[in-house]
Nanobody, 124 residues
Framework: QVQLVESGGGLVQAGGSLRLSCAAS????????MGWFRQAPGKEREFVAA????????VYADSVKGRFTISRDNAKNTVYLQMDSLKPEDTAVYYC?????????????????WGQGTQVTVSS
């Protein structure tokens, strides 16, 4: 079982930056692949970024490539999402998700564990 808690959301102007954190419980975090997803009002949850359990492989949605960076610190049981050059269309609730696997997944249904979400609002 893995419990996930996101933090770091908030209100920022377009062009600004935020760093989201997702803290995981348990002693097996290094066996868990992690992903970030987001959901805007009236829209489906969409993939943002994912990282494998060692941190050696990352995958990004085209909409955030070059602006967002996913990373992890297995010693701190934490995964991060550095968001730069934010746009109003990045406004959403951001969720982290985890799955015990050696692979990396971009589909929400593949993940077994979810955090409660953190709101990110980008003003124009």
């Amino acid at each position: 079982q893995v419990q996930l808690v996101e933090s770091g959301g908030g209100l920022v102007q377009a062009g600004g930056s935020l760093r989201l954190s997702c803290a995981a419980s348990g002693r097996t975090f290094s066996s868990v692949a992690m992903g970030w997803f987001r959901q805007a009002p009236g829209k489906e949850r969409e993939f943002v970024a994912a990282i494998n359990r060692s941190g050696g492989r990352t995958v990004y949605a085209d909409s955030v490539k070059g602006r967002f960076t996913i990373s992890r610190d297995n010693a701190k049981n934490t995964v991060y999402l550095q968001m730069d050059s934010l746009k109003p269309e990045d406004t959403a609730v951001y969720y982290c998700a985890g799955k015990y696997t050696t692979a990396v997944f971009t589909r929400a249904y593949a993940y077994d564990y979810w955090g409660q979400g953190t709101q990110v609002t980008v003003s124009s």
